[in-house]
């Protein structure tokens, strides 16, 4: 399963964790439900996750660290500021957001089973090498930062 750590860019997971609710969606069209306002609710859940998101990749910018979640060894600063402050992992966060908003759209319950899978997946795949990464490279300062600070929220 090691082999799987820090492969797939997150961004791609997402759009195929989209691609899988969008099927699913399709294939099993018992578990459809309605939302009153879904159109609202999803374009704000999207635009709520894409500013979270991008707030995230604006700080590692302006911090001159990498955003390639598959090199976090190369991360040259531990950002704690900003989005940083509410959220370890804002890009993630921002995805998952989108894809709740995705989820929604459809009217699936079988698709919305998917996002849980999804955060499986990140937090197993993606966000604990990074984490171990993190404590490599800034020590007992990433620890107190990760008491503080959630992973998702």
Same mark, same amino acid.
């Not at 969606?25 to 998101?53: D, E, K």
């Not at 509410?86 to 989108?98: E, S």
């Given at each position: 399963?090691?082999?799987?750590?820090?492969?797939?860019?997150?961004?791609?997971?997402?759009?195929?964790?989209?691609?899988?609710?969008?099927?699913?969606?399709?294939?099993? &069209? !018992?578990?459809?439900?309605?939302?009153?306002?879904?159109?609202? =609710?999803?374009?704000?859940?999207?635009?709520?996750?894409?500013?979270?998101?991008?707030?995230?990749?604006? @700080? +590692?910018?302006?911090?001159?660290? /990498?955003?390639?979640? *598959? %090199? &976090?060894?190369?991360?040259? !600063? =531990?950002?704690?500021?900003?989005?940083? *402050?509410?959220?370890?992992?804002?890009?993630?966060?921002?995805?998952?957001?989108? $894809?709740?908003?995705?989820?929604?759209?459809?009217?699936?319950?079988? @698709? @919305? $089973? $998917?996002?849980?899978?999804?955060? $499986?997946?990140?937090?197993? +795949?993606?966000?604990?090498?990074?984490?171990?990464?993190?404590?490599?490279? +800034?020590?007992?300062?990433? %620890?107190?930062? /990760?008491?503080?600070?959630?992973?998702?929220?």
């Amino acid at each position: 399963m090691k082999a799987l750590e820090l492969k797939v860019p997150p961004v791609v997971l997402a759009i195929l964790f989209g691609a899988a609710m969008w099927a699913i969606s399709r294939l099993l &069209p !018992s578990g459809y439900f309605t939302v009153p306002g879904r159109l609202i =609710l999803c374009t704000l859940m999207v635009l709520t996750g894409a500013g979270i998101a991008l707030a995230g990749v604006l @700080a +590692f910018r302006a911090a001159g660290t /990498t955003v390639d979640p *598959r %090199t &976090p060894h190369q991360s040259a !600063s =531990l950002v704690v500021d900003g989005i940083y *402050r509410y959220t370890r992992n804002p890009m993630y966060l921002g995805f998952l957001l989108m $894809l709740i908003a995705w989820s929604l759209y459809l009217g699936s319950v079988f @698709a @919305a $089973l $998917l996002l849980p899978l999804f955060m $499986l997946y990140m937090n197993r +795949f993606q966000i604990k090498p990074e984490e171990r990464h993190m404590r490599a490279l +800034f020590g007992d300062d990433y %620890t107190h930062y /990760t008491s503080r600070v959630g992973r998702w929220f």
